[in-house]
C-alpha cells in the first residue's frame, strides 16, 4: 500500500526557535496533502490543506504566518512552526490523499513529535 | 466544520466483553470512514461507509452507518487486547483526491488483559 513517511519523528526545539516538518509521499504522487495536529488526550485537529504549486488553505483559527507550508513537489510537503513557543508542543501528523478516483483511503505518516522547552 | 461527537470519549473494559461506541452529528454526510491510532502512530483506516442503513463487517468489530447518516456506531465482539487504541469517525468532505478529514472527538478504548 502507499506509503506516507515524516522527518522527523520527533524533534525537541528552545523557545522561540523554528522546526520544520517534512512529510513524503514515497510511492505515488500527492497533488493535495493534510497537516493535523493532537495534543496529548485528544483527536486530530485540521490544520491546514497543503497545495503543491499553489498557496496552502487554513482552517480557522490556525495562524498562517506560524505554521509556514510549503509543497514544493508532488512528493513533498513541509512544515515550518516558526518562533515556536511550549503551547505548540504537540504530535504533529500529515495525510495524504490517493489519486482521483483510485480509492477512499488516505494515507497518514507516523506523526511527529514536537516539543518545546 | 461539523462537529462529530463520540461516545463515550474513554472506555475501559475486560478482555471479552463486547462494547459499542457511536458518532452523532446533526449533519448529513454522504460518507463516513472510522480510524484506529494507537499511541504515537498515525490513523489506520478501518472502513468506509456510504449507504444510509449499511452494515459491514471486519472480523469482530460492526460499523453501522445511520439511516438519515447522521451517526455511525462501531461495535467490538469479544474485545481483546489488541483492540486497544483511539477510535476516531470522520466524514468525508470533497471529491475524490481532494478529501478532507475532520476527525470526532474520538473514543479512547482501553481492553484489560
Known amino acids: 500500500g502507499a506509503v506516507v513517511s515524516q522527518h522527523p519523528s520527533w524533534v525537541i526545539c528552545k523557545s522561540g526557535t523554528s522546526v520544520k516538518i517534512e512529510c513524503r509521499s514515497l510511492?505515488?504522487?500527492?497533488?493535495?496533502m493534510f497537516w493535523y495536529r493532537q495534543f496529548p488526550k485528544q483527536s486530530l485537529m485540521l490544520m491546514a490543506t497543503?497545495?503543491?504549486?499553489?498557496?496552502?488553505?487554513?482552517e480557522q483559527g490556525v495562524e498562517k504566518d506560524k505554521f509556514l507550508i510549503n509543497h514544493a513537489s508532488l512528493t513533498l510537503s513541509t512544515l515550518t512552526v516558526t518562533s515556536a513557543h511550549p503551547e505548540d508542543s504537540s504530535f504533529y501528523i500529515c495525510?495524504?490523499?490517493?489519486?482521483?478516483?483510485?480509492?477512499?483511503?488516505?494515507?497518514f505518516g507516523p506523526g511527529t513529535r514536537l516539543t518545546v522547552t | 466544520t461539523q462537529l462529530l461527537e463520540q461516545s463515550p470519549q474513554f472506555l475501559s473494559i475486560q478482555e471479552g466483553e463486547n462494547l459499542t461506541v457511536y458518532c452523532n452529528s446533526s449533519?448529513?454526510?454522504?460518507?463516513l470512514q472510522w480510524y484506529r491510532q494507537e499511541p504515537g502512530e498515525g490513523p489506520v483506516l478501518l472502513v468506509t461507509?456510504?449507504?444510509?442503513?449499511e452494515v459491514k463487517k471486519l472480523k469482530r468489530l460492526t460499523f453501522q452507518f445511520g439511516d438519515a447518516r447522521k451517526d455511525s456506531s462501531l461495535h467490538i465482539t469479544a474485545a481483546q487486547p489488541g483492540d486497544t487504541g483511539l477510535y476516531l469517525c470522520?466524514?468525508?468532505?470533497?471529491?475524490?483526491?481532494?478529501?478532507?478529514?475532520?476527525f470526532g472527538t474520538g473514543t479512547r478504548l482501553t481492553i484489560i488483559p
Open positions: 495525510s495524504a490523499p490517493p489519486a482521483a478516483g483510485l480509492s477512499y483511503e488516505q494515507y
Open positions: 510511492d505515488f504522487q500527492a497533488t493535495t
Open positions: 497543503s497545495n503543491e504549486g499553489s498557496k496552502a488553505t487554513y
Open positions: 449533519s448529513v454526510f454522504s460518507s
Open positions: 461507509v456510504v449507504t444510509g442503513g
Open positions: 470522520a466524514p468525508r468532505e470533497g471529491d475524490f483526491g481532494n478529501e478532507k478529514l475532520t
